[in-house]
């Protein structure tokens, strides 16, 4: 069988796994904003740019799936990283599953 | 509560994203510090000394760590209170805001870019926030036609775009989140404004050139590691010739007909056979390649058109 790789998938492999990251990323940048709120750190006009830009970086994402028609790609991908590291945190709390594993 | 429930027991919570797993590294943060020696023959040659910590920044702070680079930014922020809306013009309103994008076009890049979209009682602008930049904008007068067209995405969906048709006979093509409604604000705005009537109508591309020839070509295709021949689709009409591979998204070559000087046919091997080389030169003194399965019939439609549009074809008798 011809493996075919034409532009146009690769294109989407790419995207989607670039705006997941971003996502990652974006999440990542969300908690630790709350973070910084209840720090009681900032003043309320910094605390309302934050959350201002923030809104607005969420949006851009939104669109940026919707324009290019890969919002549940991503959300595919999204989901099987979760579960690659649940898998992962899994194994390394559990050392029954060594066992296991070792076992077969 | 009831009493016969065994003792607790420590359970984990079964789904752990990677967003937790983020969150536990930045809130705990992590250091690493690393000293390393590259030695050969236990001469010492190459030192590493390497530090580095990422933690959230309140992590960071109670650390004490970076907290007077974090006090800086934000008094640097503070002073100069990024402007984030649009700079309007005088009596200037806006009619609409929502998020969108313009399709560039232009250069060498080709994709979309996404921003915000204004619609103002003067102007349609796409505007970047960070970093700032006008995307794109056009003033209301300007606009001569508006109509929604679907578009199938990179992702395989079809999403409504806006293409806007201009006064100086340009076409941008935007997206926003809502195309309908944006599409009726600004026919509205365009219908309340004076001037000429609007024509609204598109010029279709498939009208401009019909193809004079068309067919299966053979370019070779100069790269990087010594030329290289691909089969694609030849076309030619009545002001260039075009080649393009059925994997790429845009032609290899385009080649204006003014452009060319000479068309001899080569007797060499290639893909289509011993003698199919059809050698083009260029006025800038480069010689293209081509291979087509029928070169005699492709030389003489390159001659044909060559010496309508130019003094051509005479020089093209040359044979190699």
Excluded at chain 1, 20 to 33: P, S, Y
Excluded at chain 2, 64 to 88: F, I, Q
Aim: hydrophobic share 40%; with cysteine; net charge negative.
């Amino acid at each position: 069988m011809p493996l075919t790789v034409d532009e146009k998938s690769l294109k989407h492999g790419v995207l989607s796994l670039v705006v997941t990251l971003v996502e990652v990323i974006q999440e990542a940048l969300d908690r630790q904003a709350l973070r910084r709120m209840n720090g009681h750190d900032l003043t309320p006009q910094e605390a309302e740019r934050l959350a201002d830009a923030l809104l607005e970086l969420d949006e851009a994402m939104e669109q940026i799936k919707e324009d290019h028609g890969i919002v549940s790609s991503v959300a595919d991908l999204h989901r099987g990283l979760d579960e690659v590291v649940d898998d992962v945190v899994d194994k390394l709390i559990n050392p029954r599953r060594w066992a296991e594993e070792a076992g077969g | 509560m009831t009493a016969d429930l065994s003792p607790m027991r420590p359970t984990r919570d079964p789904r752990v994203t990677l967003d937790d797993l983020l969150e536990v590294v930045l809130n705990k943060g992590a250091v690493l510090h690393l000293d390393l020696i590259v030695a050969v023959a236990d001469i010492p040659l190459i030192g590493v000394s390497l530090r580095a910590a990422i933690a959230g920044m309140e992590t960071m702070l109670e650390y004490g760590m970076m907290r007077h680079w974090d006090e800086d930014t934000r008094a640097w922020a503070e002073r100069s209170t990024a402007r984030r809306a649009l700079d309007l013009e005088e009596d200037e309103n806006i009619v609409c805001r929502m998020s969108g994008g313009h399709l560039l076009t232009e250069g060498l890049y080709h994709g979309w870019r996404p921003g915000t979209v204004y619609l103002t009682d003067r102007r349609l602008v796409v505007l970047r926030d960070e970093p700032r930049e006008i995307l794109w904008e056009t003033g209301l007068d300007a606009v001569t036609a508006v109509r929604l067209e679907p578009e199938e995405t990179v992702g395989g969906e079809e999403r409504l775009r806006l293409d806007v048709a201009l006064a100086d006979g340009g076409q941008e093509r935007l997206s926003a989140r809502e195309p309908e409604e944006l599409r009726a604000l600004l026919t509205e705005a365009c219908a309340g404004r004076p001037g000429p009537a609007l024509p609204f109508a598109f010029r279709s591309p498939a009208e401009e050139d019909p193809p004079l020839a068309e067919g299966h070509l053979w370019y070779h295709e100069p790269r990087r590691g010594g030329p290289l021949w691909r089969g694609g689709q030849g076309r030619l009409t009545g002001d260039r010739l075009v080649w393009k591979s059925p994997v790429d998204s845009r032609p290899a070559l385009v080649l204006p007909l003014t452009d060319i000087t000479a068309v001899r046919r080569i007797p060499e091997y290639s893909p289509a056979g011993e003698g199919g080389v059809i050698a083009v030169r260029t006025a800038a003194g480069d010689e293209v390649r081509l291979a087509a399965d029928d070169p005699a019939a492709w030389t003489e439609r390159l001659r044909a058109t060559g010496s309508a549009t130019g003094p051509v074809a005479a020089a093209g008798r040359v044979t190699g």
